[in-house]
Structure formats: structure tokens, C-alpha cells
């Protein structure tokens, strides 16, 4: 997509809106997802658009920055007008309570149902032992020894 185009699909504008996540762009965010949005991801499960917004704006805020790059995305129509896509990407981030506030990245997935009207389900995958736990100081060090030694059996 060219730097002027403005994004037309909700997918495209679901990749555009989330490369820079934060408290700043959240309305441009919330504004993809329709009032009955499902959300799943490996910390929560909400309904509806006042629990997903409240989710995000405690998540932003909380962040130094995060921005998703998308690898690669799979289409598919469903019935009717619904549409559904996989999405493949990876997020930068800092946190001042991970890794001393230190840039880190995520790979995952995302699994979305649509409309022309917005999404109305959102499955985020990624490995929140990877994400958090082994990027907290002692705890970190003990995943990331329990990890080697399996692989080596």
C-alpha cells in the first residue's frame, strides 16, 4: 500500500492502526471493532467494547512503546458478508518492568472475524512464557534453564 493511500478494508486498517499501539491511537483502534466484540488472548477473555477499550488503555499505558510489524496475513470469506483472517506478526516493545525497560519482540498470531462493519472476534496467540515470565530477572533464569535441559533430552 502506498504511504497516501488511505486503508480501505478493515483489515488493512487493522494493520495500519495497530503499527503504533498506544494510548494515543487507541480511538483509531476501538473504532475497528464492533459493540459485541469477542477478544481472547493468553492473559484475558472479554466481551464487549468497554471491557476490550479498558483492557487496551491499561495495557498502552503501561507501555514505553509497542508497534506490531504484520509478516503476512491469510484471507478467507465465511458466510454471508463475514470474512475472516490470520494474521502473522511481530511486536517491539518496552515495558519498565520488563527487562529493565529494555526494547524487546514477540512473534504471534491473529485470528479475526469480520464485516465491512468492524470485528467482531479477535484471537491473539503468542507464548506469554516468552513475552513476560522469561524476561523477569529470577524467574526468567530458572525458564530459561528448565528450557535447555529439555532440549538437550
Known amino acids: 500500500m502506498n504511504s497516501h493511500t488511505q486503508p480501505t478494508s478493515v483489515l488493512e486498517q487493522l494493520m495500519t492502526h495497530y503499527a503504533e499501539f498506544s494510548t494515543a491511537n487507541l480511538p483509531a483502534i476501538m473504532s475497528l471493532y464492533q459493540k459485541s466484540i469477542v477478544f481472547t488472548d493468553p492473559v484475558s477473555h472479554l466481551q464487549g467494547k468497554p471491557a476490550l477499550e479498558r483492557y487496551f488503555t491499561a495495557m498502552a499505558e503501561g507501555l514505553d512503546f509497542c508497534r506490531f510489524e504484520f509478516d503476512q496475513h491469510v484471507q ?9 483472517a490470520a494474521l502473522f506478526w511481530t511486536m517491539h516493545y518496552a515495558h519498565p518492568s520488563v527487562q529493565g525497560g ?6 504471534g498470531s491473529s485470528h479475526i472475524r469480520y464485516t465491512s462493519e468492524g470485528i467482531y472476534y479477535h484471537r491473539d496467540y503468542y507464548d506469554l512464557g516468552e513475552m513476560l515470565y522469561e524476561r523477569l530477572p529470577v524467574i ?3 525458564i530459561r534453564l528448565i528450557k535447555r ?3 538437550r533430552s
Open 76 to 84: 478467507s470469506s465465511l458466510s454471508g458478508a463475514d470474512s475472516q
Open 102 to 107: 529494555k526494547p524487546a519482540s514477540l512473534s
Open 140 to 142: 526468567g533464569s530458572a
Open 149 to 151: 535441559r529439555m532440549e
